[in-house]
T-cell receptor, first 112, second 118 residues
Framework: GIQVEQSPPDLILQEGANSTLRCNFS?????LQWFHQNPWGQLINLFY???GTKQNGRLSATTVATERYSLLYISSSQTTDSGVYFC??????????????FGGGTRLMVKP | EAGVAQSPRYKIIEKRQSVAFWCNPI?????LYWYQQILGQGPKLLIQ????????DSQLPKDRFSAERLKGVDSTLKIQPAKLEDSAVYLC????????????????FGSGTQLSVL
């Protein structure tokens, strides 16, 4: 099946700093989503972004489908940004669609 | 809009016992998923339903796990008998996807059921 690798695995930031999280995938995809899992375990959908660029407040994401990677940018980080960020994809060859394969996540801690 | 509801929030059982989890998706969402998340890992898909039919259950350990969505709305996931390695968070998700083309099909997750098998 498709492989999804995220980097870095762990990241510690000072409040106000910017960061870039990366997601590499091994096959062409028709669905790519970024999630934030807060310290209480709730998974929140940040972006649906199989290609192109989107922005939502301090967060933005870019997917370059032809090169099989996606980037999540966090600007002016806040302590509430702490948690685990997951990238999840569905391979094009998956005819049933929308069955997401998750990466291992990037664990972010933002210090005050 | 109400989110995906799951219960119970926590469950502790001994190995070889049975356990069941319940999920009620967002109203109108045709597709429902069960994921298993082991500590320190990303969620892994166990089974996907579209309405009351199974789309994919290739990663469901069918010798001990079963799931149903009889009326195409809420769903139950059962483990019988449980093993120590089943300790994990079981997440339910739903999406409005009804098959066919790939449009803006975000997944929405419930808070999960944390299972500890002793």
């Amino acid at each position: 099946g498709i492989q999804v690798e995220q980097s870095p695995p762990d990241l510690i930031l000072q409040e106000g700093a910017n960061s870039t999280l990366r997601c590499n995938f091994s096959d062409s995809v028709n669905n790519l989503q970024w999630f934030h899992q807060n310290p209480w375990g709730q998974l929140i959908n940040l972006f649906y972004i199989p290609s192109g660029t989107k922005q939502n407040g301090r967060l933005s994401a870019t997917t370059v489908a032809t090169e099989r990677y996606s980037l999540l940018y966090i600007s002016s980080s806040q302590t509430t940004d702490s948690g685990v960020y997951f990238c999840a994809v569905t391979a094009n060859r998956n005819n049933a669609g929308n069955m997401l394969t998750f990466g291992g996540g990037t664990r972010l801690m933002v210090k005050p | 809009e109400a989110g995906v509801a799951q219960s119970p929030r926590y469950k502790i059982i001994e190995k070889r016992q049975s356990v069941a989890f319940w999920c009620n998706p967002i109203s109108g969402h045709a597709t429902l998923y069960w994921y298993q998340q082991i500590l320190g890992q990303g969620p892994k898909l166990l089974i996907q339903f579209q309405n009351n039919g199974v789309v994919d259950d290739s990663q469901l350990p069918k010798d001990r796990f079963s799931a149903e969505r009889l009326k195409g709305v809420d769903s139950t996931l059962k483990i019988q008998p449980a093993k120590l390695e089943d300790s994990a968070v079981y997440l339910c998700a739903s999406s409005p996807w009804t098959g066919g083309g790939f449009t803006n099909e975000k997944l929405f997750f419930g808070s999960g059921t944390q299972l500890s098998v002793l």
